[in-house]
Nanobody
Framework: QVQLVESGGGLVQAGGSLRLSCAAS????????MAWFRQAPRKEREFVAA???????SYADSVKGRFTISRDNAKNTVFLQMNSLKPEDTAVYYC?????????????????WGQGTQVTVSS
């Protein structure tokens, strides 16, 4: 079992930056593919970014060039640096872990989820 706890959300003006963190515990972290998803009000949860153990990454088109996913395997933590934020980035952001070395954008392929952290971008 893996427990995931997100932090770093908040309220920011458009054009600003936030850095989300996701701390993992319970099982060795380094063998897991990690991802961030988000869910805006009245919308389905959607893929944002993912990172494999060996640093392969994937991003949604809507965040490419603005968001960066990274991980510190020694600290069992994955990060999401969000720059040039837009009002449409407003959502609850969820960290997810997959017991597999390969990343995927498919929500149902992830085995463990955090409780989410709210990001609100004002215009």
């Amino acid at each position: 079992q893996v427990q995931l706890v997100e932090s770093g959300g908040g309220l920011v003006q458009a054009g600003g930056s936030l850095r989300l963190s996701c701390a993992a515990s319970g099982r060795p972290f380094s063998g897991y593919a990690m991802a961030w998803f988000r869910q805006a009000p009245r919308k389905e949860r959607e893929f944002v970014a993912a990172m494999a153990m060996r640093a392969t990454t994937s991003y949604a088109d809507s965040v490419k060039g603005r968001f960066t996913i990274s991980r510190d395997n020694a600290k069992n933590t994955v990060f999401l640096q969000m720059n040039s934020l837009k009002p449409e980035d407003t959502a609850v952001y969820y960290c997810a872990a997959r017991d597999n070395i390969y990343i995927t954008t498919i929500l149902g392929a992830y085995d463990y989820w955090g409780q989410g952290t709210q990001v609100t971008v004002s215009s």
